[in-house]
């Protein structure tokens, strides 16, 4: 990898511009380094005085000497089948240009046009390659497309639909074969018409997606192009999306050598998801002889060793400036950071160390702490965030923050919003929940995590829009995953609004050590390529638990404050400071007693837990016997929030009325109530199993005859039983006519006979079954003719017999 441009080049890039001579005006293509063919083509850039555009009205009679005529000439077949694997889903315009290869004897000047992707495209390439063969110039594009003519930096690019790696130099053929063996067959193989030392020909290997990417998958495309060439050798300056490359059909001139760039190999059809495809490079390992290490110097430009020991003097009485000095020296220790290889600490460090060996005089502490700050934020926005060690960050000093009282008491600045309201989780908050194994965590988790993603409530807590969440779990495999996720009963809506911004690990097998960590950043990146997560979460520490280097356990404070600084904390500020971090965690057994004094000391492990975290919640059953769950709630950054009596009914999560729960006896309260839930059951089924063998009874009659008979109690009991069995629809009447078409005496009661639901009556007839000459005893249906309004007690026709219908609040 190049050490950083010295000089101007670290002001950023230059614009060049020109002007068109003759009409009609073609837009002016602005100069970026990365367009300076910096590849296995180099061509040295022209001066901006050379620049013209390329205009078909031109008269080339003034056109340099050409090369041999009857040489290699443009393959307009080739060129549609390029243009058709690298823009044929594309839209939009295409950034040509032509340089003068070097090594002919003569200079020439570079033109740029834009040509629009579309079913002409191809034909105007071969227009334009014709031209350029004439004129001795190669002829390159930009492998995406821009939405104005003019533009062409990386910023410009609105789609690209092609991955590429320019192979060009040591083992080509063995490189080809590595990548073959691990990505699959490409699409394209182009010989770009450059040979190696070794004698091989160089090539560009093309595999096109299934879709243009845009927008963020921009960011992914470039990034893959060159991770896949740091892992083969090849040239890694396609890491730029606005990296120009040759067209294949076009001629190649260099050194005297005129040859087409050809294409070798064609699998049009073959096509890749971006998705899976940055999984199979993600996978693929360097090739054999390959080093993954960069490369800090380049034949242009000092070594990086050289500038670090090369004292520097005012006044460019050396051979680079005091500023040229400390830029390369800022850009390497940079790099260093960047790539893992130091810490930000160091990093600073060795910033100071140079400044105070090298630089005469030295700069002033505040100047170097500026250019480091501005040269890491042009690094970062090139090449992304650090990807390697957690604790990489811009080498600048730490400094303590602190605040008067005067300060804080002005400060009237609005509150940060809340991740979760009210208080739940805020920026840069840490909330650990806690439960028994079994307990419904997870579940309980997942449904939670969901809402939030949809930027949904639920159970009180509101999320201000919907979150970005990214769920790092090591407990279920990734079948049972999707299964759980499917079995959760969630609105359509819900899981609809949530499909892309909640994201989840199947079960790891890993630490979350150095190692581990690296991992998870990475795959957090890739999730979030565009903004980074509002939420992490870890589910459970105790599968993901690193003690440090002393391998202490969970119970042990040093190894819990080890996890919790060194590896949650320095994760999340990797990722973004303000994030907020979940983490779920075990309980032990602890009496209710315990429970209800401080349900907060149920939490496995050290006491440092719980005073790191700025949110505790503990899900617990008060009582083992019944499904409700209590949430009980801590917050050190907002007022108390009262605990949360839940319970999971129709596969959702749901919130009950405290006022409702027993606050004296509840133990025995529930006896009572599953006795009665008990007697209602045996009345309903004594009423069914006696109808069969042709009696029904009035409800005196049914108290009367049953008293003191199968778990029942006396006449009284039984009548307040049917009294609320009726009212709740379990029981109905039969009466009047209704009666009397079932051969029952008419009874002059208030209710009649009682029914229950699916009743049949014996008729006291048998009935032979024709095709096996069983005999069943005859039995015919009971429908209800009245019920007990359950607003007024009075009883009521029923609209349709044949629907038996509970009043709300009934049971079904």
């Not at 579940?443 to 999320?463: K, R």
């Not at 929030?641 to 999560?653: C, T």
């Amino acid at each position: 990898m190049p050490v950083l441009p010295v000089g101007g080049a670290l002001l950023g890039a230059a614009e060049v511009t020109d002007a068109p001579e003759d009409p009609p005006d073609t837009p002016a293509m602005p100069e970026d380094p990365a367009m300076t063919i910096d590849h296995d083509d180099r061509s040295e850039p022209p001066e901006p005085e050379n620049l013209v555009h390329f205009n078909p009205w031109r008269d080339f009679n003034d056109a340099a000497p050409q090369i041999d005529v009857f040489g290699d000439e443009p393959d307009a077949a080739q060129i549609a089948q390029f243009m058709d694997v690298v823009f044929g889903y594309s839209d939009r315009l295409i950034p040509v240009r032509s340089f003068i290869d070097k090594g002919q004897g003569f200079d020439g000047r570079p033109h740029n046009i834009w040509i629009e992707a579309d079913t002409t495209a191809a034909d105007k390439m071969v227009t334009f390659a014709n031209w350029a063969a004439r004129e001795g110039a190669a002829v390159y594009v930009i492998p995406g497309t821009v939405e104005e003519p003019g533009q062409a930096r990386a910023a410009d690019i609105e789609q690209m639909q092609t991955v590429v790696v320019d192979l060009d130099t040591g083992d080509i053929a063995a490189a080809r074969a590595h990548l073959e063996r691990h990505l699959g067959p490409p699409t394209m193989v182009v010989e770009s018409g450059g040979v190696t030392a070794e004698g091989q020909r160089k090539a560009h290997v093309w595999w096109k997606l299934t879709e243009p990417a845009e927008g963020s998958d921009i960011t992914r495309v470039t990034r893959l192009r060159g991770d896949i060439a740091a892992k083969v050798g090849g040239d890694t300056h396609f890491r730029s999306a606005h990296q120009p490359i040759r067209v294949a059909g076009s001629v190649y001139y260099k050194n005297a050598l005129k040859t087409l760039v050809r294409i070798v190999e064609l699998n049009a059809d073959f096509e890749r998801d971006l998705g899976e495809f940055v999984e199979a490079v993600t996978d693929m390992p360097p090739a054999p002889g390959v080093s993954l290490q960069p490369d800090f110097t380049t034949p242009d430009k000092p070594a990086a060793g050289e500038v670090l020991v090369t004292p520097v003097r005012e006044g460019a009485q050396d051979d680079w400036s005091r500023f040229e000095g400390a830029s390369a020296a800022i850009g390497h220790f940079i790099r260093m950071v960047h790539e893992g290889r130091m810490s930000k600490d160091a990093g600073w460090e060795g910033i100071c160390g140079y400044n105070a060996a090298m630089l005469r005089p030295q700069w002033p502490v505040e100047r170097l702490k500026r250019e480091s700050e501005r040269l890491w934020a042009l690094h970062v926005e090139k090449n992304g965030p650090p990807l390697v060690r957690l604790d990489s960050g811009a080498p600048t000093p730490d400094e303590l923050p602190a605040f008067s009282l005067g300060a804080l008491l002005d400060d009237t600045s609005p509150m940060p919003e809340d991740i979760i309201a009210p208080r739940v989780l805020t920026p840069g908050g840490l909330l650990v929940l806690g439960g028994a194994p079994k307990v419904g965590k997870s579940d309980l988790l997942i449904s939670w995590l969901v809402h939030m993603a949809a930027g949904q409530p639920f159970l009180g807590f509101t999320p201000p829009r919907p979150l970005r969440i990214f769920y790092l779990q090591a407990e279920i495999q990734y079948h049972y995953l999707r299964e759980r996720l499917r079995q959760i009963s969630l609105p359509p809506e819900i899981l609809a609004a949530a499909r892309d911004t909640f994201v989840a690990t199947p079960k790891l097998k890993m630490l979350l050590d150095d190692e581990g960590s690296v991992r998870a950043a990475r795959a957090i990146q890739a999730a979030f390529p565009e903004a980074p997560p509002d939420i992490l979460c870890v589910d459970p520490i105790r599968n993901l638990f690193d003690g440090g280097p002393d391998g202490g356990g969970e119970n042990d404070n040093t190894a819990m404050m080890f996890f919790l600084k060194d590896r949650v904390e320095v994760l999340r500020d990797h990722i973004d400071p303000d994030c907020g971090v979940i983490l779920v965690h075990h309980t032990r057994k602890l009496s209710k007693h315990q429970v209800k004094e401080d349900p907060f000391l149920a939490l496995s492990g050290a006491s440092a837990l719980r005073g790191f975290y700025t949110t505790g919640l503990i899900l617990h059953r008060p009582d083992e016997d019944a499904s409700e769950r209590k949430l009980e709630i801590e917050l050190r950054n907002g007022p108390a929030l009262a605990p949360k009596l839940i319970d999971k009914r129709n596969g959702e999560w749901v919130e009950i009325n405290p006022m409702n729960e027993r606050l004296v006896r509840a133990e025995m309260g529930a006896k009572h109530d599953a006795e009665r839930d008990r007697k209602g059951e045996v009345i309903a089924d004594i009423l069914d199993r006696e109808a069969r063998a042709g009696r029904m009874y009035t409800m005196t009659l049914f108290a009367e005859s049953f008293e003191n008979k199968s778990g029942l109690s006396g006449q009284t009991s039984i009548r307040e039983r049917l009294s609320v069995l009726t009212t709740k629809g379990v029981i109905k009447f039969v009466k009047g006519e209704a009666a009397a078409e079932l051969g029952l005496p008419t009874d002059r009661s208030k209710y009649g006979y009682l029914c229950v639901e699916f009743m049949e009556l014996a008729v006291g007839e048998d009935v032979v079954d024709t095709e096996t000459g069983e005999v069943f005893p005859g039995r015919v249906p009971v429908r209800p003719s009245h019920y007990k309004c359950p607003q007024t007690g009075a009883v009521l026709p029923v609209e349709n017999p044949n629907i038996w219908v509970y009043p709300d609040g009934g049971e079904a």
